[in-house]
């Protein structure tokens, strides 16, 4: 069964920085997809960043420049700086996984999901 645990959320005010990590557990290898997604109050779940089972990346517009998403093989997690923090940023963070993905920035695509971990940006 795989398992997805994230931490590193926090309070910060805008311009600071936040790690997030998640620790991924249940596959036989580490060819699998990874993502972060990110849901806002009212507003719907949306695709942060992605690496592909190759370790390609994508970022949202929004992230380009400022967050980076990297992946561990030796320790199963997954990252994700965030450097430059926006009040915007402000929403839930989850971290997902899949054996294959097509659009690695769409939530259905992903069947595995942690139980997410805050992030507050004040202005």
């Known amino acids: 069964q795989v398992q997805l645990v994230e931490s590193g959320g926090g309070s910060v005010q805008a311009g600071g920085s936040l790690r997030l990590s998640c620790v991924v557990s249940?596959?036989?290898?580490?060819?699998?997809?990874v993502a972060w997604f990110r849901q806002a109050p009212g507003k719907e779940r949306e695709g942060v960043a992605a690496?592909?089972?190759?370790?390609?990346?994508s970022y949202a517009d929004s992230v380009k420049g400022r967050f980076t998403i990297s992946k561990d093989n030796v320790k199963n997690t997954l990252y994700l700086q965030m450097n430059s923090l926006k009040p915007e940023d402000t929403a839930m963070y989850y971290c997902?996984?899949?054996?294959?993905?097509?659009?690695?920035?769409?939530?259905?695509?992903?069947?595995?999901w942690g139980q997410g971990t805050q992030v507050t940006v004040s202005s």
């Open positions: 249940g596959y036989t290898d580490s060819k699998y997809c």
């Open positions: 690496i592909d089972r190759d370790g390609s990346t």
């Open positions: 997902a996984s899949d054996l294959w993905v097509g659009n690695g920035m769409a939530t259905a695509e992903y069947m595995y």
